[in-house]
């Protein structure tokens, strides 16, 4: 169990890794659609990047599972990351950290400026609309966008006006899948261990 910094108690799992290129923090889907930390994506990535020499932090945000708390709409959950960037720096106060979310983790973690992290990973985000407006769009800090070509929510067409003025944001499209990534959770892993160790790189 994790502390939020509003007293709220998240149910996370760690692992650390022994001469750790750099760490990070996956923050799973949508909770009010059966998103968890055993989200494929993020079970396939809590699994990978270990692999890949990364510490890494998963965690349920409030309300699911066995962690504290009430779904906020993404706006106390900014909470739920910083909690977890936390216990990475306690692990290992060395590694740099990225901030990987797929769909609403995306969203929630783009809105996660912490001065701890390295730069962020968003996986199908959902940028459509005013879910477009994120915290980390002006910030200097690397930013690459893994975005289905059929997704049904925020397909590229889509997506790029929104970011197209964004600083420091490379746009990646993950063809013959929608947003739910079917038959692709093998390559967007591979994107984002291939992008995090080209980070790790230069961190």
Not at 45 to 70: K, M, Q, W
Request: hydrophobic share 45%; proline share 6%; glycine share 8%.
């Amino acid at each position: 169990m994790i502390d939020a910094l509003d007293g709220i108690r998240l149910q996370a799992d760690l692992v650390r890794v022994d001469a750790a290129r750099g760490s990070a923090v996956v923050a799973h889907p949508h909770p009010l659609y059966g998103g968890d930390r055993f989200n494929p994506i993020v079970d396939t990535l809590f699994r990978r990047l270990p692999e890949a020499g990364f510490n890494v932090a998963r965690f349920d945000f409030r309300g699911v599972n066995d962690s504290e708390g009430e779904h906020d709409h993404g706006d106390a959950e900014r909470l739920d990351v910083a909690a977890a960037i936390e216990i990475l720096e306690f692990a290992d106060p060395d590694s740099p950290i990225w901030l990987v979310g797929y769909s609403f983790g995306s969203l929630v973690s783009l809105n996660v400026v912490d001065p701890r992290v390295a730069g962020w990973v968003a996986i199908a985000p959902p940028l459509v609309g005013d879910a477009g407006r994120c915290l980390a769009a002006s910030d200097h800090r690397r930013k690459l966008l893994l975005v289905a070509a059929h997704d049904q929510f925020s397909p590229p067409s889509a997506v790029q006006p929104v970011v197209v003025e964004w600083q420091s944001t490379e746009t990646r499209v993950i063809d013959s899948t929608d947003h739910f990534l079917g038959g692709r959770v093998g390559i967007v892993a591979d994107n984002v261990v291939d992008h995090l160790i080209g980070e790790s790189q230069t961190a």
